[in-house]
């Protein structure tokens, strides 16, 4: 990981009750419940789940994942991500995202690396674009958002493209 950069993943912990807290519409109890799960799911090897820290000010600015996780011949998880709103436009997502990739073809022991994004959600997009994801296609009606089966834009990474010297 860059010292430099403007942003650092973290593993939660129940002692980050309070800002994640402090960062959403859930009870302190529903927060703590949502930290011990993703302890859980971590020690199961079914979720990787990270606080995105500011490093300038500490503060908790969002919340990046990879779920989904399936070993045996396909080394493959899914890739959720937030930044609040009035921290966005900064890189922090991006850099987020480059920092899970680290992760996930490293002490994750992954292979490839999937996200699904609605066309009109373009930041996402260009989020995944300056990672190198690769866009393999349209996946219509693919997860149901406030009631609707939103098609879906599938992009994926695998640990090769990741590699120095690979495109
Ligand atoms: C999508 C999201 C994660 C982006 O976070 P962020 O920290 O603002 O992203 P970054 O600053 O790293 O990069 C955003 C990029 O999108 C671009 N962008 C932003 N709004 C855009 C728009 N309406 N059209 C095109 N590009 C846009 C920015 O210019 C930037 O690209 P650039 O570096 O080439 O200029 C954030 O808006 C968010 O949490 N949204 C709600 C949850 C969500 O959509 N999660 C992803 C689900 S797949």
């Known amino acids: 990981m860059s010292s430099t950069a403007s942003v650092q993943i973290r593993e939660s912990t129940p002692a980050d009750a309070e800002p994640f807290h402090a960062a959403s519409y859930f009870t302190p109890a529903g927060v703590r419940s949502e930290l011990q799960r993703a302890i859980a799911d971590r020690a199961a090897d079914a979720l990787y789940a990270f606080g995105v820290w500011e490093r300038a000010t500490g503060h908790l600015v969002g919340r990046i994942a990879l779920a989904n996780v399936v070993r045996g011949a396909w080394q493959n ?6 930044i609040g709103q009035r921290w966005g436009g900064r890189g922090y997502a991006t850099e987020a995202v480059r920092q899970i990739l680290d992760f996930a073809f490293g002490e994750g022991n992954l292979h490839r690396i999937q996200a699904a994004v609605m066309p009109r959600n373009a930041a996402s997009v260009r989020v995944l674009e300056k990672n190198r994801f690769r866009f393999e296609g349209l996946a219509e009606r693919y997860l149901q958002i406030d009631g609707v089966w939103e098609d879906h834009r599938v992009y994926s990474i695998t ?8 495109k």
């Open 77 to 82: 998880a899914t890739l959720g991500y937030f």
């Open 159 to 166: 640990a090769e493209e990741r590699l120095p010297g690979s």
